[in-house]
């Protein structure tokens, strides 16, 4: 398994509070991504990273920021979270962009809810 | 508009058995085509990557097709085993984004004893 890990697995929350999700990855790779996974939905990208301090919006990127200050983390930041973000957020690391044929990797997942 | 659509949205068999999931695109100008395996309360993982020139790619008792004509693709899994369990989403990426990828919904297998 890629050497991926995010913090925390659990979380529980409320309306109007500040979360930061953490992803680490001991593979050296460059390229990290976020996304969230909701019920009858395809997993949608949030935001993306192609190197350390460079970040871009993915298509679901309101209400979120992100932050890498080195290669193998990479923040995902709800300033004021909304009940509407509650969902499951992975990380991925690749190698390269997608449209090579490198796989993105996976972590496990933070499961968050907002009330 | 970019979209991959796949079939059955669940599927319920025997161990032992085999079966075919199904998945339609609409993602143009094409560059590979994913099929992912994600066991519940995990992230997904890889099966098998393909791009416009591979017809057939097999990893262990998985077999992915790509046509892409009709732009179709389908898993077949052989001999099913209780661990096949398991979401199955099929992923294709576009040649004019690097970072973007379009995601199916998935189907929901189950594996009975």
């Known amino acids: 398994d890629a050497g991926i890990t995010q913090s925390p697995r659990h979380k529980v929350t409320e309306t109007g509070t500040p979360v930061t999700l953490r992803c680490h990855q001991t593979e050296n790779h460059r390229y990290m991504y976020w996304y969230r996974q909701d019920p009858g939905h395809g997993l949608r990208l949030i935001h993306y990273s192609y190197g350390v301090k460079d970040t871009d919006k993915g298509e679901v990127s309101d209400g979120y920021s992100v932050s890498r200050s080195k290669t193998e983390d990479f923040l995902l930041t709800l300033e004021s979270a909304t009940s509407s973000q509650t969902s499951v957020y992975f990380c991925?690391?690749?190698?390269?962009?997608?449209?090579?044929?490198?796989?993105?990797?996976f972590g496990d997942g933070t499961r968050l809810s907002i009330l | 508009k970019n979209q991959v659509e796949q079939s059955p949205q669940s599927l319920i068999i025997l161990e032992g058995k085999n079966c075919t999931l199904q998945?339609?695109?609409?993602?143009?100008?094409?560059?590979?085509l994913r099929w992912y395996k994600q066991d519940t309360g995990r992230g997904p993982v890889s099966l098998t990557i393909m791009t416009f020139s591979e017809n057939t790619k097999s990893n262990g008792r998985y077999t992915a097709t790509l046509d892409a004509d009709t732009k179709q693709s389908s898993l077949h899994i052989t001999a099913s085993q209780l661990s096949d369990s398991a979401s199955y989403i099929c992923v294709v990426s576009a040649m004019d984004s690097n970072y973007q990828l379009i995601w199916g919904a998935g189907t929901k297998l189950i594996i009975k004893p």
């Open positions: 998945c339609n695109y609409t993602v143009s100008p094409f560059s590979n």
């Open positions: 991925a690391i690749s190698e390269s962009v997608v449209r090579s044929n490198q796989p993105q990797h």
